[in-house]
């Protein structure tokens, strides 16, 4: 089908609509739309929510005029330009096509969505020039990263050797009786696709491509279906190797990567957000005291947020121009975690791009794999309201 964009030009007001109104929408996304309408013409026309009362709410908190249950008569009747995704992963997918075929840009949260297959049916309507969907990783866009991804892609740290990932969080058994959770229909996968994803990402975006995967996973704790640790080992393109743990088991929590190159030391400690005085670098020895005086420089303190990834994708929208974390970029984390559960539950290595139609993993990140799929038939979504 033909899709055209109706992008806003540099002067022209963009209309965002944000669908599901819960936390993140309300903490993260209203904001950051709030703080970018006060830069540049954009207007947050509509918002949708299966919940009538969320919907409601959220527009009469946040002044937004047009609320909705129903996705496709939002989209027909107020032609927004950019729709902002907020809903639970399982309804990513129809979603973010349905907005595309409507001519909306799409910026959809974490996780892109259950498998490599939806992923690819959301490329698949995109258009050249745009519609275009943008998977939110907001650690990839504070000032932080961008200094280290320089440092790093122009080699002044040396070439990187060994990396560490580290998601330790802690989840009780209060998170997972929410009945939604710990299921792979509902929420997409355990640690490694709920949470770790953040840190995953960012250390691809940092080391560039990933070659082969050996991992494991475990559920030692919760009575789930999915996962509740999961430990890797990852060979990079360029020869790097990396260790990645995501556990939802660790009471002292702290979110981590730390890349030892041949002159330097990088390392980022954190939890759920970074400033620059979260990263640190040590130099090797015999580094000249004043060139890693020039790496500690990371210049204005952007934080890892919303606010920066929005930014750089209105830019983008105006300009017909694709954005970052769409298409390939968006899709490479996605993979490389399908990779980590095939890994675990084949007790294989996995090579990047072996990941096809025709494995059961491109369909489905349990790859119905004994012990690990569900039990009983994954109910089928129909297009959300
Ligand atoms: N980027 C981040 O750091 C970050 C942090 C937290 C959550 N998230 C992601 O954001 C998404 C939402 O999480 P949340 O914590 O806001 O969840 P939430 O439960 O607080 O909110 C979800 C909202 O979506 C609504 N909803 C459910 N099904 C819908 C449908 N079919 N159509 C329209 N509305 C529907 C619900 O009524 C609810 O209001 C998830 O994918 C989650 O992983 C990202």
Redesign the pocket.
């Given at each position: 089908m033909c899709v055209t964009s109706r992008r806003g030009s540099r002067d022209e007001t963009v209309r965002v609509a944000v669908?599901?109104?819960?936390?993140?929408?309300r903490g993260?996304h209203l904001p950051a739309l709030a703080a970018l309408a006060a830069e540049q013409p954009l207007r947050v026309v509509a918002a949708?929510?299966?919940?009538a009362d969320?919907a409601a709410a959220f527009c009469a908190d946040g002044a937004v005029p047009h609320p909705y249950t129903d996705?496709e008569r939002m989209l027909d009747e107020q032609r927004p330009d950019l729709v902002t995704i907020?809903?639970?992963?399982r309804?990513h997918r129809d979603q973010t096509v349905a907005a595309l075929r409507a001519g909306a840009w799409v910026w959809c949260?974490?996780?892109p969505c259950p498998s490599l297959a939806d992923f690819d049916a959301i490329e698949a309507a995109e258009a050249e020039g745009g519609p275009y969907a943008s998977i939110?990783f907001?650690h990839r866009f504070g000032s932080g990263a961008r200094h280290v991804r320089g440092l790093l892609a122009e080699q002044t740290l040396g070439r990187p050797l060994v990396a560490h990932c580290q998601t330790t969080w802690y989840r009780g058994t209060d998170y997972y009786s929410a009945p939604w959770r710990g299921r792979w229909h509902s929420e997409g996968g355990g640690p490694a696709m709920?949470h770790g994803i953040?840190q995953m990402d960012l250390l691809l975006d940092l080391l560039g491509p990933w070659s082969q995967i050996s991992a494991m996973a475990g559920r030692l704790v919760h009575d789930i279906e999915t996962e509740d640790v999961s430990t890797a080992l990852i060979r990079f393109g360029s020869g790097a190797l990396a260790t990645v743990v995501n556990s939802v088991l660790s009471p002292d929590e702290v979110s981590r990567i730390r890349i030892d190159c041949e002159r330097a030391t990088v390392e980022l400690t954190h939890l759920y957000g970074y400033r620059n005085a979260d990263w640190h670098i040590t130099p090797a020895p015999g580094v000249n005291a004043e060139e890693a005086s020039r790496w500690r420089d990371f210049g204005a303190d952007e934080p890892s947020s919303h606010l920066a990834q929005l930014r750089g994708l209105l830019a983008d929208l105006r300009a017909g121009r694709r954005p970052r974390s769409s298409g390939a970029d968006g899709r490479r984390s996605l993979e490389l975690i399908a990779a980590l559960y095939k890994s675990a539950f084949t007790g294989a290595t996995v090579r990047a791009g072996e990941i096809a139609p025709g494995d059961p993993y491109y369909t489905a990140l349990h790859g119905d794999a004994p012990g690990w799929a569900p039990e009983s038939p994954e109910p089928r979504e129909v297009v959300?309201?």
């Open positions: 669908v599901g109104t819960g936390a993140i929408a993260s949708v929510d299966v919940d969320a996705l907020c809903t639970p992963p309804f949260e974490k996780p939110v907001q709920g953040h959300a309201g």
